[in-house]
C-alpha cells in the first residue's frame, strides 16, 4: 500500500511533483491544495483541488502526508512560509529523492526536499529542510547545505562549502572549496565564486556577448 500525499502547488512545480512521486516513491497523490483565493479549477493532475485553509477537514494530517512545491519566488520565502504553515497544522513534510540520485551521505537530508535525477552527494554533505536541487547537481563532500534554498541544475559544490538560509544558485554556477555563502544570496548562472559571498549578495556570471562577425562569414559551419 503507498501512503496518501497531498501536494500545495498547483503550477508547473507541482506537476512535476506529482509525476515524481507516482512513478519513483511510496507515495500515493491523493489531492491538491492552495490558498483560496488562487483556486482557478476544481481538479488539477485528475485529482481535486481543495482550499488550504481547509485542507485538514478533507485530508487530516493524521492519515496523510504533505509536500509544498513550489519555486524559488521571492527568494524561497513563499515556499518556506507554506512549509511552517503545514507544519503548523500538523503534517508530516516528506522529501522526494530520486531513485537515479547518487547519494553517498547516509541520507542526512531534510524535510520537504525535492530532489531530482543525476544529483551526487558525497559523503558527509548535510542538506537541510524544504531544499530543492534540480538535475545533475555535484555536492561535494562536507557541504552544508541549509534550509530553504534552491540550487538550479548543474551547479558544482566544492568540497566543505556552506551556503546559507534562502539562496538560490543558478544553472552552471560553480563554488569553490571551503567558502561560505551567506542567508539570502543569489548566484547567478554560470557564476564563478572564489571566495565567500556576504548575506543578501547578488553575484552575476558574465553574458555571451553577440560576436560583431555574422555567421555567414564563418566558414566551415
Given at each position: 500500500?503507498k501512503k496518501p500525499l497531498v501536494i500545495f502547488g498547483s503550477g508547473d512545480i507541482a506537476q512535476l ?205
Amino acid at each position: 500500500m503507498k501512503k496518501p500525499l497531498v501536494i500545495f502547488g498547483s503550477g508547473d512545480i507541482a506537476q512535476l511533483a506529482h509525476y515524481y512521486f507516482c512513478t519513483d516513491s511510496d507515495y500515493e497523490v491523493i489531492a491538491f491544495t492552495v490558498d483560496a483565493d488562487y483556486i482557478k479549477e476544481s481538479s488539477f493532475c485528475g485529482l481535486p483541488v481543495v482550499a488550504f485553509e481547509e485542507v485538514t477537514q478533507h485530508y487530516p494530517p493524521e492519515n496523510n502526508d504533505f509536500f509544498v512545491a513550489l519555486s524559488y519566488s521571492k527568494l524561497n520565502a513563499v515556499r518556506k512560509e507554506k512549509f511552517l504553515a503545514a507544519k503548523e497544522k500538523g503534517y508530516k513534510l516528506v522529501s522526494f529523492i530520486s531513485s537515479h540520485a547518487t547519494l553517498l551521505n547516509n541520507r542526512q537530508i531534510g524535510e520537504n526536499c525535492f530532489i531530482f535525477e543525476d544529483n551526487t552527494i558525497q559523503p558527509f554533505v548535510r542538506i537541510g529542510n524544504n531544499v530543492t536541487l534540480w538535475s545533475g547537481n555535484h555536492i561535494g563532500h562536507h557541504s552544508v547545505i541549509k534550509d530553504h534554498t534552491f540550487l538550479a541544475s548543474h551547479v558544482v559544490v566544492s568540497g566543505g562549502v556552506e551556503i546559507g538560509e534562502q539562496c538560490f544558485v543558478g544553472v552552471n554556477a560553480t563554488l569553490r572549496d571551503h567558502i561560505k555563502i551567506g542567508d539570502r544570496c543569489v548566484v547567478g548562472a554560470g557564476a564563478l565564486l572564489l571566495g565567500d559571498a556576504e548575506p543578501e549578495g547578488v553575484y552575476m556570471g558574465t553574458a555571451t556577448e553577440r560576436s560583431k562577425i555574422p555567421s555567414k562569414r564563418l566558414r566551415g559551419i
